[in-house]
């Protein structure tokens, strides 16, 4: 049983295209993340979502759209896509917010914008 | 000022020794958590071991160990008796305060690519 998957695990895809990344999580967690890894591997946290209520949204263009249509999900959307944008990206989700709750991440999407 | 830095970009072990992978961190909460994660080649990341601020004991996780020196600001892992499968991207990260905005996010070191030779 996959605790934390995400679809699709590649995408390749055109610059100006709109595309979208799905995650679910079965582990009864209450938040939810998205993170991005570039190709140097540093990974940044993009978006969180604690019980579907938006708690972190740092600077990332406004192409990217998070939705968490319930606990258990966290898409993004990109509009728009740039070739900057080729990256990994890694849904991840914790049991709370709190300092002592580690993450569990999904297996990453690479992202490759032509 | 960086939160999580690991200055070893790469390490070579030989298998079935030790090694310790450094991590040194920044904050001024009290409250915080230490984790360690796994990065193979395939590109999963796996959490390994956890450390709390207050936890006075250092983390053990079978082979794995923190090595918490909480007035040096430093938590570093070792890995006892190394094995091929260890080859792999390390991350420190850190979770600051209890909750509330910013709190809530995991911010990662850069990594150290560890490669165990047979």
């Known amino acids: 049983d996959t605790a934390v998957s995400q679809t699709p695990k590649y995408l390749v895809t055109q610059m100006g295209n709109d595309k979208s990344i799905k995650c679910e999580q079965n582990?009864?967690?209450?938040?939810m993340y998205w993170y991005k890894q570039d190709s140097k591997k540093f990974l940044k946290i993009m978006f969180s979502?604690?019980?579907?209520?938006?708690?972190i949204n740092e600077t990332v263009p406004n192409r990217f759209s998070p939705k968490s249509p319930d606990k258990a999900h966290l898409n993004l959307h990109i509009n728009s896509l740039e070739l900057g944008d080729s990256a990994v990206y890694f849904c991840?989700?914790?049991?709370?917010?709190?300092?002592?709750?580690?993450?569990?991440f999904g297996n990453g999407t690479r992202l490759t914008v032509t | 000022a960086q939160k999580i830095t690991q200055t070893q970009p790469g390490m070579f072990v030989q298998e079935k020794e030790a090694v310790t992978l450094d991590c040194t961190y920044d904050?001024?909460?009290?409250?915080?958590?230490l984790f360690w994660y796994k990065q193979p080649s395939s590109g999963e990341m796996i959490f390994l071991i956890y450390?709390?601020?207050?936890d006075e004991q250092n983390a053990t996780e079978g082979r794995y160990s923190l090595n918490f020196q909480k007035a040096r600001k430093s938590a570093n892992l070792v890995i006892s008796a190394s094995q091929l499968g260890d080859s792999a991207m390390y991350f420190c990260?850190?979770?600051?305060?209890w909750g509330g905005g910013s709190n809530y996010k995991l911010t990662f070191g850069k990594g150290t690519l560890l490669t165990v030779n047979p």
């Open positions: 991840a989700s914790s049991q709370a917010p709190q300092y002592n709750s580690p993450l569990h």
């Open positions: 582990l009864g967690h209450d938040t």
């Open positions: 979502y604690n019980n579907k209520e938006l708690i």
């Open positions: 904050t001024s909460d009290q409250s915080y958590g």
């Open positions: 450390q709390g601020s207050y």
């Open positions: 990260a850190m979770r600051e305060g």
